[in-house]
């Protein structure tokens, strides 16, 4: 088993920013890439951010220049550090792994249980 624990969320003014963080635990002997996601209410979940284990990293066009992502290999946790955040930013997010299990060297795609950002104008 696998588990992601987001923390860090909450309610925040136009303009301002949020770290969060996400970490994972449990049978794994390797984590590929680590990304955030968001869904709004009434819309599909999307990306935000990824990065892979050698630090490539990727960016939705909507938060290119204002968000940024970091990893902790050896904490197996990253950091999406959101700038200048604004009310179309509100929504939950989610924290995403994909890797390999300690076990059986089988991959797994993992979710964690999400939390809610809430950006007031």
């Known amino acids: 088993q696998v588990q992601l624990v987001e923390s860090g969320g909450g309610l925040v003014q136009a303009g301002g920013s949020l770290r969060v963080s996400c970490a994972a635990s449990?049978?794994?002997?390797?984590?590929?890439?680590m990304g955030w996601y968001r869904q709004a209410p009434g819309k599909q979940r999307e990306l935000v951010a990824t990065?892979?284990?050698?630090?490539?990293?990727n960016y939705a066009d909507s938060v290119k220049g204002r968000f940024t992502i970091s990893r902790d290999n050896a904490k197996m946790t990253v950091y999406p550090q959101m700038n200048n955040l604004n009310p179309e930013d509100t929504a939950v997010y989610y924290c995403?792994?994909?890797?390999?299990?300690?076990?059986?060297?089988?991959?797994?795609?993992?979710w964690g249980q999400g939390t809610q950002v809430t950006v007031s104008s």
């Open positions: 449990g049978s794994i002997f390797s984590i590929q890439a």
């Open positions: 995403n792994a994909d890797g390999l299990y300690s076990s059986s060297r089988g991959y797994f795609n993992a």
């Open positions: 990065i892979t284990n050698g630090g490539t990293t």
